[in-house]
């Protein structure tokens, strides 16, 4: 099917554990994005990328790394997992053209504990 | 820093109008204004965009003040599918920035 696709969609993991969140696309977008949104609040970019290997920090990046070895897919990592990284975390892609950023195309989300 | 101020709530009855105001008086002249929404336990999804001229499609319409220092989406006839938080987002060369957005309840 062709979209954006997160997995897993929920996931509890330990403080100190490493855990990877998923992210794939198939429209073949030159963008993806990680965004995170914390109950109440708008989202916070954490890392972008341009095109494979090229990545790019957001606005809040400490304690993720990105890779991007292929277009169409996007991995978030969280190396050693805190609680203060309990959130909900989006994955979007898109193009960018005259008006910028074009239309985003936003994945459903990966619900993530820290406990 | 978002660097668009919108209210923090607003209300609508079902078929009724709504506007959505936002407030972008640092705008640069390349800036585009992008809307986006997001419904409940779901991503955002894109509404609509402009620069100057007002903009309309199947879900909205976006009228950009003649300064561009506001604008305001425009639902023309609310439902309960439209109850969501509405994102207004100024981008130019750099990833969109999200604020924390309108969240429009639509009564019945």
């Known amino acids: 099917d062709a979209g954006i696709t997160q997995s897993p969609r929920y996931k509890i993991t330990e403080t100190g554990r490493q855990v990877t969140l998923m992210c794939h696309q198939t429209?073949?977008?030159?963008?993806m994005f990680w965004y995170r949104q914390d109950l109440g609040h708008g989202l916070r970019l954490i890392y972008y990328?341009?095109?494979?290997?090229?990545?790019d920090k957001g606005e809040v990046p400490d304690g993720y790394v990105v890779s991007r070895s292929k277009t169409e897919n996007f991995p978030l990592t969280l190396e050693s997992a805190t609680r203060s990284q309990t959130s909900v975390y989006f994955c979007?892609?898109?193009?960018?053209?005259?008006?910028?950023?074009?239309?985003?195309?936003f994945g459903p989300g990966t619900r993530l504990t820290v406990t | 820093d978002a660097k668009t101020t919108q209210p923090n709530s607003m209300e609508s009855n079902e078929e009724e109008p709504v506007h959505l105001p936002c407030n972008h008086s640092?705008?640069?002249?390349?800036?585009?204004i992008h809307w986006y929404r997001q419904l409940p336990s779901q991503g955002p999804e894109y509404v609509i965009h402009?620069?100057?001229s007002n903009v309309n499609n199947r879900m909205a319409s976006l009228a950009i003040a003649e300064d561009r220092k506001s604008s305001t989406l425009i639902l023309h006839r609310a439902t309960l599918r439209d109850a969501a938080v509405y994102y207004c987002?100024?981008?130019?060369?750099?990833?969109?920035?999200f604020g924390k957005g309108t969240r429009l309840s639509v009564i019945a």
């Open positions: 429209w073949s977008h030159s963008y």
């Open positions: 990328s341009a095109a494979a290997d090229i990545t």
């Open positions: 979007a892609s898109g193009e960018r053209g005259l008006a910028g950023f074009n239309e985003q195309y």
């Open positions: 640092t705008i640069s002249g390349t800036d585009y």
């Open positions: 987002i100024r981008s130019g060369n750099t990833p969109l920035v």
């Open positions: 402009g620069l100057t």
